[in-house]
């Protein structure tokens, strides 16, 4: 069964950058079907897509983010990053990590979250 | 970007009882529509994809169905485990998109 778990700084100060890493547990993450997404929630908020990073190192971000936003994938560790530049206090949410799954187009693996903080 | 708009955005209800969540999609986006389950520290739950396929290991008391952008996910006989938030999600156009969620509340 396959595990994922996010790890990372809880607390960043303004304009520095935000660094999370998701480590796959119980299984391999390279499975050509599957795609690696982060995910954030601000609180009082519905859930925000990041961005996705495949196999193959491709990526595609949100528009909203693209700019401040760099995803990455390890396969020697089975593991995938993200990072996000120039924070703000508007960048504070919980962080998930998520599988892809590519014929269903859904996330069916979810790490349960970081809480990450943008205050000086 | 798709809106995705979620009815109601709380429902208090009893063990046993019958619940009806609504997501409404702002253009067509086919069959492409998940229901998540999330719980506060927990890891978030896929419960249906595309429109009204069970994920593996989810009780049958849920299930989802669609009429055009109107997408439902019914729980019948709902049980204590059933609290917490769920959300809809199209994966039918980049950037996938969030309802902003309904919570549910045990009576």
């Known amino acids: 069964q396959v595990q994922l778990q996010e790890s990372g700084p809880g607390l960043v100060k303004p304009s520095q950058t935000l660094s999370l890493t998701c480590a796959v547990v119980g299984g391999s993450i390279s499975n050509a079907t599957d795609y690696w997404t982060w995910i954030r929630q601000s609180a009082g908020k519905g859930p925000e897509w990041i961005g996705r990073?495949?196999?193959?190192?491709?990526?595609d971000y949100n528009p909203s983010l693209k700019s401040r936003v760099y995803i990455s994938i390890d396969t020697s560790k089975d593991r995938f990053s993200l990072i996000l530049s120039s924070v703000t206090a508007a960048d504070t949410a919980v962080y998930y990590c998520?599988?892809?799954?590519?014929?269903?187009?859904?996330?069916?693996?979810w790490g349960p979250g970081t809480l990450v903080t943008v205050s000086s | 970007d798709i809106q995705m708009t979620q009815s109601p955005s709380s429902l208090s209800a009893s063990v046993g009882d019958s619940v009806t969540i609504s997501c409404r999609a702002s253009q067509s986006i086919g069959s492409y529509l998940n229901w998540y389950q999330v719980k506060p520290g927990r890891a978030p739950q896929l419960l249906i994809y595309t429109t009204s396929t069970l994920h593996s290991g989810v009780p049958s008391r849920f299930s989802a169905s669609a009429s055009g952008t109107q997408f439902t996910l019914d729980i019948s006989g709902l049980q204590p485990e059933d609290f917490g938030f769920y959300y809809c999600q199209q994966s039918s156009d980049d950037p996938p998109t969030f309802g902003q969620g309904t919570r549910v509340e045990i009576k």
């Open positions: 990073v495949y196999l193959s190192g491709y990526t």
């Open positions: 998520a599988r892809g799954r590519r014929l269903t187009n859904s996330l069916d693996v």
